[in-house]
């Protein structure tokens, strides 16, 4: 009997365990255990266990870096796996390529895992939503050409906004190649210059849908540079895809109403615009107008014409003033006149000649007694009305 080494022992049992298609691609159920994850390498190292057994296993980093969710310590998975036999120390393991939840609770723990995950990164973050163009020119459609949903973009689009140019990229939205063809429209639709992007699909179970919660759609969504709305099954689904997106749709038609305005709506608003700004035209114009009026008329006040149809305004009045007054004064010395007349000649001796008086000149001088006078002296004696001469013929004492 030949005497064999550890090594060609080892060698040899790893032989046979690689003839044997049996244990080449298996799946194997079982719970986890002992995890290691050797941060430097990016290998995955832990044991999977049932009620009796275990045994050991090794994801390397390639396969381990395409895990939708981060394997713990008793969380139940199903491995696609290799059994082999690692040659240095004799150890038989599995070689897993693939890990998947088993059971609703493990997948939703999965989904859970890379919430917490893309959550951490800043994906969700409201700050990183980009608002959407207004007047969008190109409107990208990623979805499969031959569902519902297009169609349903479609109509909405060409009813709401015929003048937009729809561009759609066809994609798978279900099934394992689901994934990377909805990256690639995504980038199609980036590279063509497209202002907007719907994203999504219509409704269906969470397995239709899951190509939407993975971690290659929903980093193709957050780093693309053309805003997303997100419409991916019915208003009661949800996928972090809806959450990556800069905008979320409760179904297709629903985001084609956020992608692209309504142009009789916008329409209309142009009109309502229009009266509005006419509206205040003419009310500004109004008010310029009734400005301008005052300003004219200030003007016209403070101008030389002005001051001079003033200064000769005040003249006239003046001199009105004056001719008034110069009367006023004329008929009050008229009036002191005649008061004066009427006095001067109460006192005059002609009016007491009036009477029958009458005064006797001797010459030019007035006779006041008879002793002035001699007999045969001629005097003249003044009546009321006319003279008369007399001669004195006898003079009394």
Partial sequence: MAILSVTQLNRYVGFKLKEDHALQGILVRGEISNFTNHYRSGHLYFTLRDEESG????????????LRFVPQDGMRVIAAATASLYERDGTFQLYVTDLQPDGAGMQALALEQLKKKLTAMGVFDTAAKRPLPAMPRKIGVITSDTGAALQDVKNVVGRRYPIGH???????????????????????AEHDGCDVLIVGRGGGSAEDLQAFNTEKVVMAIYNCTVPIVSAVGHETDWTLADAAADLRAPTPSAAAELAVPDVGQMIQQVQDLTRRMESAVAQQMLRKQQELGRLCDRLRMQSPEHRQEMAQKELENLYLRLVKGGASVLERCEQHLQQQAVRLDMLSPLKILGRGYALAYHGDTLVRNAQQVSAGDVLRIRLAEGEIKAEVCNSCE
């Avoid at 045994?55 to 395409?66: D, L, T, Y």
């Avoid at 798978?172 to 199609?188: E, F, H, L, N, P």
């Fill in 55 to 66: 045994v050991k296993a090794v994801m390397f980093r390639g396969n381990a870096q395409r």
């Fill in 166 to 188: 729809l561009l759609v990229y066809p994609a798978q939205v279900q099934g394992d190649a689901a994934a990377d063809s909805v990256c690639r429209a995504i980038g199609a």
